[in-house]
């Protein structure tokens, strides 16, 4: 997305992948590129989970990795002298200082059959703005949900929160929108496509895959 690419787009209801168009190939080219061509990370990284990256940065066995804003306050419980030197970027774009990024975070639902489903959807909304949203936040080291509790949270931050928020505001992107994505994340398409690059496939030969197998999840 850094280099004008999108997973995938969507045209009169339809979505069709486009992770393998000439932007979104050049973007994974220069990603992946920083641990084939510049060592810039370690093989090993290829299968870690968050845990994983976080536990090496704590053992300071890597210098830096991609989280999110509730990691620092780990890091000041579990190695005060590292959290001193701590120094946050947002993730550069291609052409502008902000790239996108996903999304996401703890969700709340309603299901479809309950006998209640307007009294549901207040309690969505009790839990997910005004001082609960801020409560939340506090105790999670999570984002809240909306731009106004944020900006209080931003307040009485540091500055490793400014930059997190910068990044969520600024480069904050959502996955297609579409019940098929579920099946692409289970199917672990996108970890795949980096993975399969770094073992040594061509990064179009390797978009060329994912695009075809999420294709066949969205005309499912």
Not at 27 to 47: E, V
Not at 103 to 121: H, K, N
């Amino acid at each position: 997305m850094g280099a004008g690419g999108e997973i995938a787009e969507e045209a009169d209801g339809t979505w069709t992948a486009t992770v393998n168009s000439p932007e979104a190939v050049e973007g994974l080219t220069w990603y992946t590129d920083l641990a084939l061509k510049h060592n810039s990370s370690t093989a090993a990284a290829t299968t870690w989970v968050e845990t994983e990256a976080l536990a090496e940065f704590l053992q300071e066995k890597v210098p830096m990795f991609i989280t999110g804003s509730w990691v620092p306050a780990t890091i000041r419980a579990d190695n005060p002298e590292l959290a001193e030197k701590l120094v946050a970027f947002t993730i550069p774009a291609k052409d502008s200082p902000v790239a996108p990024s996903f999304l996401g975070g703890s969700l709340m639902c309603r299901f479809t059959e309950t006998q209640e489903p307007e009294l549901a959807f207040e309690l969505i909304k009790l839990v997910t703005t005004g001082d609960f949203a801020t409560r939340w936040a506090e105790e999670t080291n999570y984002f809240p949900g909306t731009i106004e509790a944020m900006d209080e949270v931003v307040a009485g931050g540091d500055e490793l929160t400014a930059v997190f928020a910068q990044q969520m505001t600024e480069g904050g992107k959502t996955v297609p929108v579409t019940p098929s994505w579920g099946k692409i994340e289970g199917a672990k398409t996108m970890s795949t496509l980096v993975g399969t690059i770094l073992e040594g496939t061509p990064v179009q030969d390797a978009a060329d895959t994912a695009a075809a197998e999420m294709d066949g999840f969205f005309s499912e």
